[in-house]
């Protein structure tokens, strides 16, 4: 972080016991893992997921980041984590949600689906800090979430061609992506 109070307050702490990564990151079982609350990623808006997901793993030092999908099961949101997926740590949390009022189906692909009408889970999604939040942008109801999440997401990511992409913009730090 650029603000040294913050730097002072707000610093990465370590733990134990989360998931191993494989590959040439494989680290042992006891090794300490760093672990933070939101961390704001800085500097100029990357062009395409993969440096995005980069970014915002250098801004939180390599800790798992948090990514919120809305308007599960469609067209817009099933491209986004398919093209998501590669890039994804197995300590990554992914929370899935459909639209308002739309009951959760589909397969989660190693998501955490939430049904927003039941209270406990409506009351985790509430509680969720993200470092990356997508939004279909297919309906207008997807700008007052956008709203709600001001101050607890560092990025949101909406298709290019939404017709509500600029509302959202206005709301969050936005990137707007061809899918």
Not at 55 to 62: M, S, T
């Amino acid at each position: 972080m650029n603000n040294p109070i913050l730097n002072t307050l707000v610093q990465p702490i370590r733990t134990r016991g989360t998931l191993t990564r494989s590959g040439a990151e494989e680290e042992s079982a006891e090794a300490p893992r760093l672990t933070r609350g939101s961390v704001r990623a800085r500097g100029a808006l990357p062009a395409n997921l993969s440096t995005i997901v980069r970014d915002l793993r250098e801004a939180a030092q390599g800790i798992p980041l948090t990514f919120v999908l809305h308007g599960w099961d469609s067209p817009p949101a099933r491209t986004f984590i398919e093209a998501l997926r590669p890039l994804l740590w197995p300590e990554d949390a992914v929370w899935l949600t459909p639209h308002p009022g739309t009951p959760p189906s589909g397969d989660a692909g190693g998501g955490v689906l939430l049904d927003l009408s039941r209270s406990a889970e409506k009351r985790v999604y509430n509680n969720l800090v993200a470092d990356l939040i997508f939004f279909c942008g297919l309906e207008a109801s997807d700008v007052a979430t956008a709203a709600a999440w001001m101050g607890r997401a560092q990025l949101a990511i909406v298709p290019a061609d939404s017709p509500f992409a600029e509302r959202i913009g206005d709301l969050l730090l936005t990137e707007t992506l061809r899918l």
